[in-house]
């Protein structure tokens, strides 16, 4: 799993996400032009963190920072 590669911004291929800012705030279901629109807005990528939850999950928040955090993990 560690090597997995996950989808970050416009790789992502679902309609619809669960979005959670880079705070933790939930902010709901939303289209993927809206979550990218989010992403953009905070200064951030979009990375879908759990792409088989219906719909999935994807987190706003910088890539290199949660690349960094989740080899600190392995």
Known sequence: MATERLR?????RAT????ISADGT???VLSLEAAL???KT???DL???SPSAVPPIAKIMDYGKFEYERSKKE
């Open 26 to 28: 939930n902010l709901g």
């Open 42 to 44: 905070a200064g951030s």
């Open 8 to 12: 970050i911004n416009n790789e992502i």
């Open 47 to 49: 990375i879908e963190i």
């Open 16 to 19: 619809e996400l669960r979005v």
């Open 37 to 39: 629109a989010a992403a």
